[in-house]
């Protein structure tokens, strides 16, 4: 499990410093964008990698860093869809009522005004979030 999850770091990592092409030959480097501690939730970090002023609100990409035994608490988008792409570590999101168990590999859908939560588990969480709508 060591190699796995220093794997999922390493991905992780990758990702931190990463870019995204966009139109035109442009390109956003992600070691340009500041991890942020949530507003609301103690432990949870985002890199907002899209926001919605560089599409005019129609998507927008995020990484996530939840600490052990930390949550995003229940909250609901009334009008987005959500995903969770798992990188590394582990947790349990509860989704609509269901409980899902988040290991990297594992991608879930959340559908507009379905309540959410993420908790990371005793190796913390590490996600890559969107957000359509």
Same mark, same amino acid.
């Given at each position: ?13 990758? !990702? ?13 480097? !992600? ?11 103690? *432990? ?52 609509? *009522? ?6 990297? $590999?594992?991608?879930? %859908?959340?559908?507009? $005004? ?6 990371? *588990?005793?190796? *913390? ?6 957000? %359509?709508?």
């Amino acid at each position: 499990m060591q190699t796995l999850q220093k794997a999922g770091e390493t991905l992780f990592d990758a !990702f931190c410093q990463g870019e995204l092409a966009l139109p035109g030959g442009r390109r956003a480097m !992600f070691a340009e964008r500041n991890w942020q501690a949530h507003p609301q939730f103690a *432990g949870v970090a985002l890199k907002h990698l899209l926001t919605a002023a560089d599409t005019g609100g129609a998507f927008t990409y995020h990484l996530v860093r939840i600490e052990p035994g930390c949550a995003i608490g229940e909250h609901m988008h009334a009008t987005q869809w959500e995903t969770h792409e798992v990188i590394a570590g582990c947790g349990v999101c509860r989704n609509g *009522g269901e409980d899902i168990a988040y290991r990297a $590999g594992v991608i879930a %859908l959340i559908e507009p $005004g379905a309540r959410h939560s993420v908790t990371g *588990g005793l190796e *913390g969480l590490l996600l890559f979030a969107k957000f %359509l709508g």
